[in-house]
């Protein structure tokens, strides 16, 4: 999920002062122009043509807000290659971005169970994606979940990390990584408890601080926080 701008640079609901008015312009980045930059000079001339294609689509949804940023798309397609994964799970579909960059970096043989309260946004995706020829490695489900996973990406109900990992991180094989996104929560986790924020950026901003919290007090996984998106948590799990 991305979200617009950082705290600081939010009103209040009705108002929004962010550079980026376009959708998944979107970044934690002081500089609108670097965001900008990074986009228009790595990520855009690469992205795949049935990545953009959704992103366009997505564009046009009234929940656009929810979608995965392109350059954070990028991160977790290379991420993906990197370590060779072929058993994932991601939590929180939408419309598919963060699943299509996933299904393109994994093995013709590679599996996604992918996990999600709502399936019309999902079915939105589908036919991009089955025409990109990855739909096969595509396990939708709204149930519950198991197995061993090399990589799993969460970007659901922000108030249910704790509870996700608490499950996940015996899920996640040793040395198999977790994702956790929004982690930086639109800037508000730096921000003083009484700054303007969005509601939802305030309600959910309590469980985030907590979650971080207790992430890095969890001696089972190594973590990097990294500024990319909204905030991505890396988490590999040692033992
Ligand atoms: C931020 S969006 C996911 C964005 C997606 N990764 C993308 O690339 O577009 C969050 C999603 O989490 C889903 N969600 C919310 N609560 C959930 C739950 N308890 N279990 C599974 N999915 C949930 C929502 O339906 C929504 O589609």
């Known amino acids: 999920m991305t979200l ?4 600081n640079t939010e009103t209040n609901d009705e ?3 962010s550079g980026h008015q376009e959708v998944g312009h979107k970044s934690l980045l ?9 986009l228009e000079t790595s990520v855009y001339p690469r992205e795949p043509e049935p990545m953009k294609e959704l992103r366009e689509i997505t564009a046009k ?9 392109a350059d954070e798309g990028q991160f977790l397609n290379m991420l993906l290659k990197l370590v060779n994964a072929k058993n994932t799970m991601e939590i929180g579909v939408f419309t598919g971005y963060s699943l299509l960059a996933t299904a393109l970096a994994l093995p013709e043989d590679g599996k996604i169970l992918a996990m999600d309260i709502n399936r019309d946004n999902y079915e939105l995706g589908l036919p991009i994606i089955e025409k990109a020829g990855v739909a096969h ?6 149930g519950k979940y198991h197995g061993t996973y090399d990589f799993i990406f969460v970007d659901a109900d922000k108030d249910n990390y704790i509870n996700y990992h608490k499950r996940l991180i015996d899920l996640v094989k040793v040395g198999g990584l977790i994702g956790y996104d929004n982690t930086l929560w639109n800037g508000s986790v730096a921000a003083p408890p009484d700054a303007p924020m969005r ?4 309600y ?5 601080l907590e979650f971080n919290k207790a992430l890095g007090a969890d001696l089972r996984i190594e ?6 998106g909204d905030g991505i948590t890396l988490c590999r799990r040692i033992n």
């Open 61 to 69: 949804h009234p929940w656009n807000i929810m979608t995965t940023s």
């Open 199 to 202: 509601k939802y950026v305030r």
């Open 4 to 7: 617009n701008g950082g705290a």
């Open 15 to 17: 108002h929004q002062v």
């Open 30 to 38: 002081q500089s609108d122009a670097l965001y900008q930059y990074i």
């Open 223 to 228: 973590i990097c926080m990294l500024p990319v």
């Open 204 to 208: 959910y901003r309590d469980f985030v």
């Open 137 to 142: 490695k595509i396990d939708f489900k709204k």
